[in-house]
């Protein structure tokens, strides 16, 4: 691993409730980016929560507070080779987390996640908190 990591939407979640594991993962010093796609995730998730405009805050405030990688020709590229090799498989997944692996691959990041999904994309490197 290199220090270097890839949230997903499911860590992100567990840290917003203080996970401990998460929580001392995080105080470890490592450094943690997020994809716009996780983002676009979170502000759905609070869009439909009943506390609309508090959750909007939350994610919003954390997404100022962290770096967040956006999609471009590079992601693209990568995600249309990822689900190539899915479908050539047969083994497809959730259309966003092959974003989210496009990203975490383009940028040499580890994944953090608890999706065992992700361990269909090879040359992905993940780990679970």
């Given at each position: 691993?290199?220090?270097?990591?890839l949230l997903d939407t499911n860590i992100v979640i567990a840290l917003s409730v203080n996970e401990s594991?998460?929580?001392?993962?995080?105080?470890e010093g490592?450094?943690?980016?997020l994809s716009s796609i996780v983002l676009g995730e979170l502000f759905f998730g609070a869009f439909r929560s009943v506390r609309i405009e508090e959750n909007l805050?939350?994610?919003?405030?954390?997404?100022?507070s962290n770096t967040v990688l956006v999609?471009?020709?590079?992601?693209?590229?990568?995600y249309g080779r990822i689900k190539?090799?899915?479908?050539?498989?047969?083994?497809?997944?959730?259309?966003n987390d092959i974003w989210i692996a496009a990203t975490a691959r383009q940028y040499g990041l580890t994944l953090v996640s608890r999706d065992t999904h992700f361990n269909e994309i090879e040359g992905l490197e993940t780990v679970a908190w």
């Open positions: 691993m290199n220090g270097r990591f594991v998460i929580v001392e993962r995080l105080e490592v450094t943690v980016f805050a939350r994610v919003a405030e954390f997404a100022s999609c471009d020709t590079a992601t693209a590229r990568h190539n090799r899915l479908r050539e498989a047969g083994r497809p997944i959730p259309e």
